[in-house]
């Protein structure tokens, strides 16, 4: 850009921007001239730093208005690229005059240049002076707008931008005034900038300010101008060594000041004041990466800086702690914006690893702080990321933590290992921690220390080769012989068992031979460590299924356990929970490779039935609530893929629990909770329907549904769930309407809860036409029971005498359960069957229901168990009190429904069981009155019938 030779103050900054430097229209012969005083602020303020405060690592931008944002490194290479190629003529020289400090300057006369660099050191001088006395008195410097030659007080941001703008006239006229000595003519300026190790402590550790340039802190303008000059200087004398190292000593001694008063968790620090003196680093980077002092990189010059420093034994974190922050700027690209670390544009293909271990090695060998040891290991991953593999580093590490994989330091929450599921799920946790390179450890550490050993182990292995991760695997397996795994205690063999879990979950290739290493290793475990090795044995298994990998090479040992206990009667606490460990496995399969045969049925116990007979209530109710689980989403699902590992777990599972389900539901179960028998029956019916086994199936319902002794709650929970399956199927039902109709009348009978869907198929179809949704909420069972019976007398009844009387054989069944057991404890039982026994015979015409020499008919159940014939002792006086008096109250319905009945006295069936009844009267369980009550004068009439 050509410069106005009516101006009088510097042109604007090539090196923000781009200014002249990039525009086409300039040729690089064209003069210097004076530019107005009239500049803008925005466009003095070009030629410092932006602040944007303290470093965080949630924010990881520079300041729009900084330094690196405006292409500051593209005009720098462009800078040096040029020089010596641009001078300018002798007669104009002469002509070219500057206004700098508030006077016109030929800057092409060396002694003139000297005064303005004088006049520089000056302004510097006073931004100290107004600094050093706000640190004094703690109070600001007043502002005045006086010259500093007369005294008084200038705003330290103008000084400061007076000062960099003179700066930056330099560094853009480099080729200009190549014949200057600068070494000799900025000589003072620099012995008066002096090192950072003569600053007061405020200085050392200011952090910057958010507000940017609008803090009136002398003392943030006097730490920002340091860094200004020193990037104009070190430009100008084009990196030489001195001038580069007196730099990067600076850099590293205010950093290492700040790691001497960090408290806590070193790796949350951050070793840049600033976000200034981080841009810095990160513009330093770049050019020492294109230009190559010496020949060396970026890294050779960061260690050679290092080793300068005066470090003690304590002090070897520093460098790791440095180094690893320095390695994150490569996350920047030469425009000062962020990209991403995978794009190998941007990673360096040098390292320093051998620096790195030989620090790594001593400091191990002295420290013994759990947090630092951690802060180091967050410190190796920003290496690996910018680096790549290094197997000597996993070594080292390897070697340090292996002595202490048997210590119990640190571990505050065994959770995580409580089950295979959960420990698969820490081990996830684990893996995935490693590809998110700015995410802190989290979880693993909060349970276990040695868990950045194994985290930093993941990302090491994550990004080795085939080669190295052979070599790598090779490593840590060496170590973990037999008599070492012998001596581990739980803490040791958690650790070890989460090491391989984590290799085999990231191998790409080799997971199952990790898992095989695993199993093998195990095996040499202590037997007292039994349920931390069928833990370990369950995730592993979990995690082949989950990576699709057939089991069948590893399952051997862990079901050798499980049987071994499962066939065991007397059992030990942590036998049963070795159990609960293996029926979670079990209980996850669904989620886990479904649709594949990968050997799922060599992990059902061949001792599953003992188990269920002698585990006890509690533990019957889980394992079966598991296997219905199992059922439920996996075996009974429909399969995208045909598979036989299904139908062969199902029909195992069927096998190993049938008899028992047989034997127990029968009778009355010693278990609060019985949902889980007939959820699990209904599995075992859908699965034998689902196989067009129709006769088991029925077999099933028979059992289940209809069976007198099944206990009524299996009965109606198995009847809702069968019925709510199939009905909301597509599939044909499987029953005829006579059972359905069976099952239904037996819930009504015991006082159950009635399915409103099968109430329905019962019931509407069996109605007129307008009155299809009769049955369209849930009614009360003497209501539907009564509804029944109206349809049974009706003329629109299509049952026969015979279908009626097994239709209601579940009642006669009922009523002589009923009468045997007595249920003393259960008198809501007992009214329900004799209530609803005393409404069917009330309301269905006893001729309908009655059928003639069949002692099998539910009407011959109803009167002898009600009704029992006797010689001397009458048999109520063994019936339950309850029982006794709710029968007294029916007594009189019976006799009403015998002797309304065609030709009963050419019925000796039932003449004998009137007879009965007044036996029961005469003898005082019932009065005649109680039987002439709706029927004045029948009792004697009957009598002299009868004799």
């Known amino acids: 850009m050509e410069i106005d030779s009516q101006n009088l103050t510097p042109p604007g900054s090539p090196i923000l921007g ?62 040096f690229n040029s020089l010596g190629n641009d001078f300018l003529m002798e007669d ?74 003179f700066l930056n006239f330099l ?116 050019l020492i990466e294109e230009i190559k002092p010496n020949g060396n990189c970026f890294w050779d010059v960061v260690t050679l800086g290092i080793s300068r420093l005066e470090l003690n034994q304590t002090d070897l974190l520093f460098p790791l702690w440095m180094m690893s922050h320095l390695a994150e700027l490569w996350d920047y690209d030469i425009t000062g914006e962020q990209c991403s670390s995978e794009s190998s544009q941007f990673i360096t293909k040098t390292n320093c690893y051998e620096f790195i271990n030989n620090i790594l090695k001593d400091w191990l060998s002295t420290n013994t702080n759990i947090q630092k040891v951690i802060d180091v290991h967050s410190f190796l991953q920003k290496f690996i990321t910018c680096w790549g593999f290094d197997l000597t580093l996993i070594v080292t590490l390897w070697s340090h933590w292996f002595q202490r994989i048997d210590k119990g330091f640190e571990v505050r929450n065994l959770d995580p290992y409580s089950s295979a599921t959960k420990w698969l799920r820490f081990v996830t946790i684990i893996c995935e921690k490693r590809r998110r390179r700015d995410d802190t450890i989290g979880d693993p550490l909060s349970t276990d220390s040695f868990f950045a050993f194994v985290t930093l182990l993941i990302q090491s292995a994550s990004v080795a080769s085939m080669k190295d991760w052979r070599k790598l695997t090779s490593s840590i397996c060496s170590r973990m012989s037999q008599k070492t795994v012998e001596s581990l205690s739980e803490n040791g063999l958690t650790r070890m068992v989460t090491i391989f879990l984590c290799m085999a979950t990231i191998a790409k290739n080799d997971s199952l031979d990790m898992c095989e290493r695993l199993d093998e290793t195990l095996h040499y475990a202590k037997e007292s460590l039994r349920l931390t090795k069928v833990r370990g044995r369950c995730a592993m298994v979990l995690l082949l299924l989950q990576k699709s990998i057939d089991i069948s090479s590893v399952y051997g040992h862990l079901m050798r356990t499980v049987d071994e206990v499962m066939g065991t009667i007397h059992r030990s606490p942590a036998e049963r929970d070795q159990i609960m460990v293996y029926l979670d496995l079990i209980e996850n399969l669904p989620k886990v490779s479904p649709d594949l045969n990968l050997g799922q049925s060599n992990l059902i116990s061949v001792n599953l039935t003992p188990w269920l007979a002698s585990c006890g209530p509690n533990y019957v109710t889980r394992t079966l609530r598991i296997l219905h689980i199992l059922f439920h989403t996996w075996l009974l699902a429909p399969e995208t893929i045909p598979t036989t590992e299904k139908s062969r777990v199902a029909k195992i599972l069927q096998e190993k629990t049938e008899q028992f389900l047989q034997q127990t539901v029968v009778g009355s179960l010693d278990c609060s909770d019985v949902t889980p028998f007939a959820e699990f029956a209904v599995d075992l019916t859908l699965f034998q329907k689902s196989n067009r086994n129709i006769s088991a199936a029925n077999k099933f319902f028979q059992l289940f549904a209809l069976t007198p002794r099944t206990v009524p709650k299996v009965s109606e929970i198995y009847i809702d769930r069968l019925i709510s399956n199939q009905l909301d199927s597509s599939d044909n039902f499987f029953l005829s309407e006579i059972p359905l109709t069976q099952c239904w009348i037996r819930l009504i009978i015991l006082g159950c809860e009635v399915p409103l869907k099968l109430s329905q198929k019962i019931l509407n179809p069996h109605t007129e036409s307008e009155n299809l949704n009769i049955i369209s909420t849930t009614l009360k069972n003497d209501v539907l029971l009564k509804r029944f019976c109206e349809f049974v007398n009706s003329s629109e009844c299509f049952w026969t005498k015979s279908q009626l009387g097994e239709i209601l054989n579940p009642v006669g069944a009922a009523v002589k359960v009923t009468v045997e057991k007595g249920y003393d404890r259960d008198l809501m039982l007992v009214d329900s069957v004799v209530n609803s026994t005393n409404l069917i015979l009330k309301t269905i015409i006893f001729d309908k229901i009655y059928i003639r020499n069949s002692q099998s008919s539910f009407v011959h159940l109803i009167l002898e168990s009600f009704v ?52 029961f009267a005469f003898l005082g369980y019932i009065t005649t009155g109680e039987l002439e009550e709706d029927n004045p004068g029948l009792v004697s009439t009957v009598i002299l019938i009868i004799h």
């Not at 525009?23 to 009239?38: A, G, H, I, M, Y």
């Not at 006395?133 to 005294?151: E, L, M, N, Q, V």
């Not at 109520?876 to 006295?905: P, R």
Request: aromatic share 14%; charged share 25%; hydrophobic share 35%.
């Open 868 to 919: 029992p014939s006797f010689l001397g002792k009458p048999p109520w006086e063994k019936m339950s009190i309850g029982l006794v008096k709710t029968l007294k109250n029916f007594l009189h319905q019976i006799f009403i429904s015998i002797i309304k009945t065609a030709n009963w006295l050419q019925d000796p069936f039932l003449k004998r069981k009137l007879c009965d009844i007044f036996r």
């Open 171 to 286: 560094v853009k006229n480099l080729n200009g005034y190549m014949k200057f000595d600068y070494q000799d003519l900025l000589a003072g300026l620099i012995r008066s900038l002096g090192t950072t190790k003569q600053w007061s402590s405020s200085l050392l550790h200011h952090c910057g300010s958010k507000t940017d340039n609008q803090c009136t802190s002398p003392e943030y303008h006097l730490f920002h101008l340091n860094w200004e000059i020193r990037w104009f200087l070190l430009i100008i004398f084009r990196m030489k060594d001195s001038m580069l190292n007196w730099i990067l000593d600076d850099l590293f001694h205010i950093a290492y000041m700040k790691f001497r008063t960090t408290d806590g968790n070193l790796a949350e620090k951050s070793p840049f004041n600033c976000y200034c003196i981080k841009e810095f680093w990160a513009m330093l980077r770049i």
């Open 92 to 165: 104009e020289e002469a002509k070219t005059i500057y206004k700098f400090f508030g006077f016109d300057f030929h800057v092409t006369e060396i002694k003139e240049m000297k005064i303005l660099i004088q006049m520089c050191r000056n302004r510097i001088y006073s931004i100290e002076n107004l600094a050093w006395r706000t640190i004094t008195f703690k109070f600001s410097i007043p502002i005045a707008s006086r010259s500093i030659d007369d005294g008084r007080y200038h705003n330290p941001l103008q000084l400061r931008q007076e000062i960099s703008s």
């Open 18 to 79: 781009y200014s002249g430097i990039r525009d086409s229209k300039v040729s690089s012969n064209t003069p210097r001239k004076l530019c107005q005083e009239s500049e803008s602020e925005s466009n003095v303020s070009f030629f410092t730093f932006s602040c944007k405060g303290p470093v965080y690592s949630q924010d990881k931008t520079f300041s729009p208005h900084g330094f690196f944002r405006r292409n500051e490194i593209n005009t720098v290479l462009q800078i």
